[in-house]
């Protein structure tokens, strides 16, 4: 049976540390050759939403793999005309070897692994955003480890706290993998954009429960954090209601008070794009404390692991 990536908890604690040692051993050499574990597969990368970052670190990485990226805009084939998703993943699935999907709906990515019967991974859905999740993870664990501490050891109990729209994918993905990699996470935004009923779900089924603490006081969400985290406020596809979004979660900015209010170490991280002056300051981005160019390269190394997990060969 073919792995996939959708979400967090795809994979298991220990097939999480070998991605994450993956990763640091291609980031470690990437100047000295390329493990080309993925030699001589085609690999489909179906985007229906805009992408900097996914999009060019994801080709990136399955050329230094050593395998062919197709790049497939939704309008550019028949599914942006209505052919169905079962149809195409049927189709798909007879040419490459794997595919990589950033969509709307979390179930389009679940049929085209179902019925299409190659590797798929989620390349951000409104639901969640998993290859963001554990790049951040590894982005946290680098800069924590002491000298031969496991990079999984690392993250454990640390103090995450997410403010602004705590019910968009990011958030999501938050809920999820903080508690799968055993993280504290504190969540600061509107009330109307508390966690939804599909990610309370899922961590009912997934995992022991919801784990979390919800709060409207950003002060007290930062309070003792390790680390703050933000993600825009107007997601890809709610483009019509942002003027409502950005009223509400104008308290929920993340500011230098907001910095200096948590831990005197703590990190600042968001997986971009930034809108400065909305979820994040300036001062913030330029703030020593931000590591948010070391967590988008990180996207390169990170998916080259996760692509190694679940199509590599040695
Ligand atoms: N963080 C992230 O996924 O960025 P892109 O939308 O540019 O891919
Ligand atoms: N929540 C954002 C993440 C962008 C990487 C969005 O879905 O637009």
Redesign the pocket.
Known sequence: MNKHFLKETDFSWETAASIFAFAAEVKAQRDHGHRQTLSGQSWGMIFS?S?T??RVSFEVALRELGANPIFLNRNDIQLGRGESVTDTAKVLSRYLHGLIVRTYDHSDVEILASEGGKPVVNA?T?FL?PC?LYTDVFTLAERWARPGQDLMDAVRGKKVAFLG?CA????NSWILGADFFEMELALSGPASFAPGEEIMTLMKNETAGPRFTFTQDPYEAVRDADMIYT??W?????EQESADRIKEMRPFSVTKNLLDAAKPDVLFMH???AYVGMEVTQEVLDDPRTIIWDQAENRLHVQKAILNELAGRG
């Open positions: 939403k992408s970052r996914t951000l409104d955003h963001q729209d968009c994918n990011l958030a993600d825009v107007v997601s890809m596809g709610k997986c971009l794009p």
